[in-house]
């Protein structure tokens, strides 16, 4: 079993849609092993993101995931960290393949209704960021 760390974004909480993404994280197989509805500070964003911090887009990241609420996951599953990236698709929705998350439900690049965790070493990390331990027991 693996543990990996997903956020349904402050877009996809607005509009809606974050019942269906759930429902569709559970059909794929996961377990839900802790959850939590938040509106991120900006400092928050920016610690959580804090890898980007050289890239052009930050202030337009973090500017975006403190917009609003979102829904932090704690998600189990046999290689859940790769699994996961597969339902989520590619960064871009546009790019992304027929089926998954982002191309249903993200509008652009930054608008993209998920995140997902892209190694066990950030797994480790996000989680311990964002949840205690007996949050995902
Ligand atoms: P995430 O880390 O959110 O799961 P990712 O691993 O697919 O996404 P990263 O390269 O880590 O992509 O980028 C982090 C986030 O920054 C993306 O999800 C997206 O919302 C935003 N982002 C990436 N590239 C751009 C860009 N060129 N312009 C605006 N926002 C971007
Ligand atoms: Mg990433």
Known sequence: M???FAIIKPDAVAGKKAGQILARIEEAG???KGMRLTHL???AAEGFYAVHRERPFFGELTDFMSSGPCVLLCLEAPDAIRKWRTLMGA???AKADAGTLRRDFGTSI???ATHGSDAPETAAFELGY???GMETL
């Open 2 to 4: 693996e543990r990996t």
């Open 30 to 32: 996961f377990t839900v």
């Open 41 to 43: 500070s900006k400092a």
């Open 91 to 93: 960064t871009d929705p």
């Open 110 to 112: 930054g608008n993209n």
């Open 130 to 132: 964002f949840f205690r």
